[in-house]
């Protein structure tokens, strides 16, 4: 007897803008991902978590974010600039 269908997973679509806002993040993304230190650190950060922000001036974003123990990038904030 063949195994049950697992549940049906979601089906997400992206509107025009919003492909543009992710297309936007991924380059962000593979800076940060390539040297986590690119970003310079949020100045009067009193969280202890040393947030820091890397702004990409060609695709005009602005991606804040902080770096584990473990070198995780976790992202906090993306803002279009």
């Known amino acids: ?15 025009d803008s919003a492909v543009k806002q992710l297309d936007a993040l991924d380059r962000a ?16 950060d009193s969280s202890g978590l040393g947030l820091r922000q890397y702004v990409d001036d060609i695709e005009r974003v602005r991606l804040v974010y902080w770096v584990t123990a473990l070198k995780t ?9």
Do not use: K, N, T, Y
Request: charged share 20%.
């Open 73 to 81: 990038v976790v992202v906090v904030a993306f803002i279009e600039v």
């Open 29 to 44: 993304l593979v800076v940060i991902s390539v040297d986590p230190e690119a970003g310079e650190l949020l100045p009067g």
């Open 1 to 15: 007897m063949p195994a049950p269908h697992g549940p049906r997973r979601a089906r997400i679509a992206f509107s």
